[in-house]
């Protein structure tokens, strides 16, 4: 989608939509929020425990990612202000960014890649924790789903699954491990 964020990289081949002013407003907020959530000094912490004990780097940052991501729907959710799940979303891929430097800094060695495989794996869990929580029902998500499909081809979206499934792959081999 246009304009979210400065860094995203076009996809020629899917038509694009122009975000509105107020998913710009609502992108901001909360990725400005899901960074000062990432860095506030009591959660650092905790994030970085999730890091340590968590079956792989990629598993430890999509529990953080989703942890804020969960969270700041909450808080909007509770408040009467909905965030636009789109908007959720960009505002996850370029906060993942952030969640991976902070992997790196904390001495974990993470991959664009893995950046990658944790963001769509937050984005699952932080859909899981909304369903549970009442915030999301199935129309939501059928709603989600469909405004997700048309920013890719079928091919982009073919590789889309396929990432999803791979970090699903990633995670539950890392559970394995641990178990062993």
Same mark, same amino acid.
């Given at each position: 989608?246009?304009?979210?964020?400065?860094a995203?990289k076009?996809?020629?081949?899917?038509?694009?939509?122009?975000?509105?002013e107020?998913?710009?407003?609502?992108?901001?907020?909360?990725?400005?929020?899901?960074?000062?959530a990432?860095?506030?000094?009591?959660?650092?912490?905790? *994030?970085?425990?999730?890091?340590? $004990?968590?079956p792989?780097?990629?598993?430890?940052? /999509?529990?953080?990612? =989703? %942890?804020?991501? #969960?969270?700041?729907?909450?808080s909007?959710?509770?408040?009467?202000n909905?965030?636009?799940?789109?908007?959720?979303?960009?505002?996850?891929?370029?906060?993942?960014?952030?969640?991976?430097?902070? *992997?790196?800094?904390?001495?974990? $060695?993470?991959?664009?890649d893995?950046?990658?495989n /944790?963001?769509y794996? =937050? %984005?699952?869990? #932080?859909?899981?924790?909304?369903?549970?929580?009442?915030?999301?029902?199935?129309d939501?998500?059928?709603?989600?789903?469909?405004?997700?499909?048309?920013?890719?081809?079928?091919?982009?979206?073919? *590789?889309?699954?396929?990432?999803v499934?791979?970090?699903?792959?990633?995670?539950a081999?890392?559970?394995?491990?641990? %178990?062993?």
């Amino acid at each position: 989608m246009k304009g979210f964020g400065a860094a995203q990289k076009p996809r020629p081949t899917a038509p694009q939509k122009q975000a509105t002013e107020n998913q710009e407003k609502q992108f901001e907020l909360v990725l400005s929020q899901g960074k000062l959530a990432l860095f506030d000094e009591e959660f650092m912490p905790h *994030a970085a425990k999730l890091l340590e $004990t968590s079956p792989t780097p990629v598993d430890g940052m /999509a529990k953080i990612g =989703a %942890a804020i991501g #969960t969270q700041l729907y909450m808080s909007a959710f509770k408040s009467g202000n909905l965030i636009e799940p789109i908007v959720l979303i960009e505002a996850g891929r370029k906060l993942m960014d952030d969640v991976g430097e902070f *992997a790196n800094a904390s001495g974990v $060695t993470v991959s664009p890649d893995d950046v990658e495989n /944790a963001f769509y794996m =937050a %984005a699952d869990m #932080t859909r899981a924790n909304l369903v549970s929580m009442g915030a999301f029902n199935q129309d939501d998500i059928e709603d989600e789903a469909m405004e997700v499909d048309g920013l890719y081809d079928a091919d982009e979206m073919a *590789a889309l699954e396929k990432r999803v499934a791979d970090a699903r792959g990633m995670q539950a081999r890392g559970m394995r491990e641990m %178990a062993k």
